[in-house]
């Protein structure tokens, strides 16, 4: 089992270095290769120059595809760096994440957004063709270093991503103790539990703050919380710990209805989806969604109703062997229609997706 060795949040300029500092007094580097794209690359041309001094080269890609993947691993074969640093967002990555896997090389997390837990997990999401992703196994970053100050300059919807995925740990878990009996996936009690104590470090009390302006200390939770979801599912050695029903919804969406629409905002959906079956946090779930400007209906990401059925019986057929409440209640067409209208009824005129 690998877990991140070196895990720094920081607040600023300075820290960072330092963070950098103390890294490479314990794991001196070589040769170090840095994945960026061009947003990042402007942003944090402070930290590119600081990161200079280690004998670095820069390789800047734009997409989490095949091409950018093979791109990456001949660079990395070629060069013979013993470092990967990542920075950008969650595609950047995972692109240098898995890269890195398949070279053997060391790989630092550095990311720019903390819209979901791919930032300190073994896992790495590659695009296949236009719109499908494929999730792939990896190893975990050796490092992640996260700066408060760069990601609170990220857009608010990345934010929000962040959470919403972060959130789903909390309804993971359930499915997680459900599927206990039915064996068909390993259950690490140690991985649950961590995943789920994640989640309550922004559920329901992100609820009470302001989404524009996210306080500091609330920003280092939602840090510390996809951290720990990502090794969460390191200790399981699956994503069992961090997706259950939510995300095969998430999924399920991607196939059917794929569009822009970010990853954390489908799997808001599903995490309303997920407490109407397990019959908890169904009012709590659908106020927090609301009070952040999180989805609650299908119709709030363009999806009718009538379509939306399809995607709920769907998403069964997404990773079969992982038993979730989705299946456990084995439900039809009518049971579906019937649970999007508790849906609708319990949310009322509580307020609109924004």
């Not at 951290?227 to 998430?250: D, F």
């Not at 999924?251 to 794929?258: A, E, M, R, T, V």
């Not at 995607?311 to 057929?317: N, S």
Request: charged share 25%.
């Amino acid at each position: 089992m690998k877990i991140p060795q070196y895990i720094h949040i920081t607040e600023g300029r300075k820290e960072t270095k330092e963070a950098f500092e103390k890294l490479f007094l314990v794991e001196t580097p070589k040769r170090i290769l840095l994945v960026t794209s061009t947003s990042p690359a402007g942003k944090l041309k402070w930290l590119l120059d600081f990161l200079r001094k280690y004998n670095t080269e820069k390789l800047v890609i734009e997409n989490s595809d095949g091409k950018a993947l093979d791109k990456t691993i001949k660079k990395l074969k070629k060069g013979s760096f013993d470092y990967c640093i990542g920075i950008g967002g969650g595609k950047i990555l995972d692109i240098a994440k898995y890269a890195s896997f398949v070279e053997g090389t060391k790989f630092i997390s550095f990311p720019t957004l903390l819209s979901h837990d791919g930032i300190a997990s073994p896992v790495a999401v590659i695009k296949e063709g236009k719109e499908w992703s494929e999730s792939r196994t990896a190893a975990p970053p050796l490092g992640v270093i996260v700066d408060l100050k760069t990601v609170a300059e990220a857009p608010r919807a990345s934010l929000l991503s962040g959470i919403g995925d972060l959130t789903a740990n909390l309804f993971a878990s359930m499915d997680a103790e459900i599927s206990r009996e039915v064996c068909r996936e390993g259950y690490n009690e140690l991985a649950t539990g961590i995943a789920r104590f994640s989640s309550l470090l922004v559920f329901p009390h992100f609820s009470e703050i302001s989404s524009e302006k996210i306080p500091t200390e609330e920003l280092r939770h939602l840090a510390w919380g996809l951290i720990l979801s990502g090794i969460s599912m390191s200790i399981a050695g699956n994503s069992r710990p961090a997706s259950g029903a939510e995300h095969k919804i998430s999924h399920s969406i991607d196939y059917l209805f794929p569009s822009s629409i970010s990853h954390g905002y489908k799997v808001s959906i599903g995490n309303v989806i997920s407490a109407f079956l397990h019959k908890q946090y169904r009012r709590e779930i659908i106020e927090f969604n609301l009070s952040l400007g999180l989805p609650v209906l299908c119709s709030d990401i363009g999806i009718k109703k009538e379509d939306f059925v399809d995607v709920v019986l769907y998403a069964r057929k997404i990773k079969p062997n992982r038993h979730t409440i989705l299946e456990e209640k084995k439900l039809t067409k009518k049971a579906v229609i019937k649970l999007l209208d508790e849906i609708e009824e319990t949310k009322g005129d509580r307020g609109e997706f924004i």
